[in-house]
T-cell receptor, first 117, second 115 residues
Framework: AQKITQTQPGMFVQEKEAVTLDCTYD???????LFWYKQPSSGEMIFLIY??????QNATEGRYSLNFQKARKSANLVISASQLGDSAMYFC??????????????FGKGITLSVRP | KAGVTQTPRYLIKTRGQQVTLSCSPI?????VSWYQQTPGQGLQFLFE???????NKGNFPGRFSGRQFSNSRSEMNVSTLELGDSALYLC??????????????FGPGTRLTVL
């Protein structure tokens, strides 16, 4: 079974509008971390935001926020005020366990976001 | 701080050859992980090195190997290259203090083409 599911094949958003990118996950480990990365056409993976399974509040980093619904096992990324430079591939990833002894990330297939001027 | 660097950025090899990719982590980071990215399989974990020891390994054949040096720099080697090894190889470093964040920071990748 897939551990990280990103089903939206491609998303389009108008510049300055908000967009939500979906991610669902599957794990039996009570301790895990969820990450979102951005990959522009250049190929580098850029870390955006992190949410821990025990975090009481949804994570926020500038224009990025995470809509974390633990019971539904979803961790959707919300990008507010989209910019042309946000056009890229976005990956949701999970690390099971508390880190330290296990840094392995499991990635979803990714979502292509295109921002229209 | 300088980010993760990978060399070379592009590489073209022929089937049967071997290749070595290099990764220099962020200063102070002791964990280095390698991932393979292909259009068909997406991002797949290869292995992780910490303090010169392989700590985790993905589901790849033995042709894929790696090592880490005392300065935390890491190399990845692929022997007897196959066409299917054509991919973007990404290296990531982290400072696994044991905390839950343990964020991995990625380099720009090495794009390997096997002809």
């Amino acid at each position: 079974a897939q551990k990280i599911t990103q089903t939206q094949p491609g998303m389009f958003v108008q510049e300055k509008e908000a967009v939500t990118l979906d991610c669902t996950y599957d794990t039996s480990d009570p301790s895990y971390g969820l990450f979102w990365y951005k990959q522009p056409s250049s190929g580098e993976m850029i870390f955006l935001i992190y949410q821990g399974s025990y975090d009481q509040q949804n994570a926020t980093e500038g224009r990025y926020s995470l809509n974390f619904q633990k019971a539904r096992k979803s961790a959707n990324l919300v990008i507010s005020a989209s910019q042309l430079g946000d056009s890229a591939m976005y990956f949701c990833a999970m690390r099971e366990g508390r880190g330290g002894a296990n840094s392995k990330l499991t990635f979803g297939k990714g979502i292509t976001l295109s921002v229209r001027p | 701080k300088a980010g993760v660097t990978q060399t070379p950025r592009y590489l073209i090899k022929t089937r049967g050859q071997q290749v070595t990719l290099s990764c220099s982590p962020i200063s102070g980071h002791r964990s280095v992980s390698w991932y393979q990215q292909t259009p068909g399989q997406g991002l797949q974990f290869l292995f992780e090195y910490f303090s010169e020891t392989q700590r985790n390994k993905g589901n790849f054949p033995g042709r894929f190997s790696g090592r880490q040096f005392s300065n935390s720099r890491s190399e990845m080697n692929v022997s007897t290259l196959e066409l299917g090894d054509s991919a973007l190889y990404l290296c990531a470093s982290s400072d696994p203090t044991g905390g839950p964040r343990d964020t991995q920071y990625f380099g720009p990748g090495t794009r390997l083409t096997v002809l």
